[in-house]
């Protein structure tokens, strides 16, 4: 396996194993949600495989969390629940008929990387505890053994893969460049600021702001004197910027907000603004450093490129593989209404 396989490989193995670990804990949460859909019966026939619909409804369940998080309720969330449902299904059918390609071409995961894979799970999540992990087990209605193949089948997956479609991928230097000079425009650096601030917070009635306004001035008169701005931010400061001198690092202006992003954009590097009203606070900022917007070279755009385009190259490769898998199997899915 090259150096590019084995990092596809890697890569998608821990992705694929991190979506196992969210899965453990919900084994039962299916029977349990006192909103849960019916789970038992038919989702799909693949050749002689039966997919039912409880299994769908465990794989999305990290998704369906989310998707109900986002939408609350109403017939958005129900659209986007049946398109989690099928973009789910598709998976575990696309992922048995990768299971039944391994085994017709009769190839062999040796036992050694699927115990290293299970050591690794055991050690991040269960601190190397194998009794804290058969408990977990024990309390979700599933062996050691379950788990195992699980783990086992998720390698095979993500190898298959590699073998499949990482391998067949290939960019060459030309399309990347062809891709810089037909897109150049989008590769653009959005122009930053270094700055440090100093905030003092209006009083809790607003009517009665004088004598923070006045402690304002005679701190930015400090600053425009030459007095060190940091040390004066630390002294006088009262946000969460004010143990560090003040300082922002280098941003995007808008994360100042409209008050102070528009007193920055009038300043010189090192001057220091004029005192700045905000709805809460009176602030003072000192420019450190302007990088002006750009548009990003070749050279430092083409990594970002290169991945863009392999990762183009491999959901079409993975499509006509998927293409190919399909044509050669019997696949009948079943009508369902679950949400």
Do not use: H
């Not at 941003?251 to 220091?272: D, Q, S, W, Y």
């Amino acid at each position: 396996m090259n150096k590019n396989a084995k990092f596809f490989y890697w890569k998608t193995v821990k992705m694929l194993m991190f979506v196992l670990l969210l899965l453990l804990p919900l084994f039962t949460a299916c029977g349990a949600e006192k909103d849960s859909v019916v789970i038992d019966g038919l989702a799909a026939y693949v050749n002689e495989r039966v997919i039912t619909i409880g299994e769908v409804v465990l794989a999305m369940q990290p998704l369906k969390k989310k998707i109900e998080a986002e939408y609350g309720g109403g017939e958005q969330l129900k659209l986007k629940l049946k398109e989690a449902y099928t973009n789910t299904l598709n998976a575990l059918i696309e992922q048995e008929l990768i299971l039944k390609l391994f085994e017709k071409e009769k190839m062999n995961l040796p036992d050694w990387v699927v115990d290293e894979r299970v050591n690794e799970v055991m050690q991040e999540s269960f601190g190397g505890d194998r009794s804290a992990l058969l408990k977990v087990l024990s309390e979700e209605k599933m062996s050691f053994e379950e788990w195992q193949k699980m783990i086992r089948d998720q390698i095979i997956v993500s190898s298959m893969r590699v073998e499949y479609v990482y391998k067949k991928v290939k960019v060459s230097p030309v399309a990347v460049r062809e891709a810089y000079d037909n897109n150049s425009g989008n590769y653009r650096m959005t122009g930053k600021i270094r700055v440090r601030t100093i905030t003092l917070k209006k009083p809790a009635d607003k009517s009665d702001s004088g004598q923070v306004r006045a402690q304002a001035e005679e701190v930015r008169g400090k600053a425009a004197a030459g007095e060190n701005f940091a040390e004066l931010a630390r002294k006088y400061s009262k946000d969460s910027k004010a143990a560090d001198g003040g300082a922002w690092g280098l941003i995007e202006p808008k994360i100042l907000g409209v008050e102070l992003a528009n007193a920055a954009a009038g300043l010189t590097p090192v001057e220091v603004s004029r005192v700045v009203e905000t709805d809460e606070a009176f602030c003072i900022i000192k420019l450190e450093e302007r990088v002006d917007e750009r548009v990003v070279s070749f050279e430092e755009a083409q990594e970002k490129i290169e991945d863009k385009l392999k990762d183009e190259e491999s959901r079409r490769v993975y499509d006509v593989w998927m293409k190919s898998l399909k044509e050669g199997a019997y696949i009948k899915v079943f009508d369902t209404e679950l949400f």
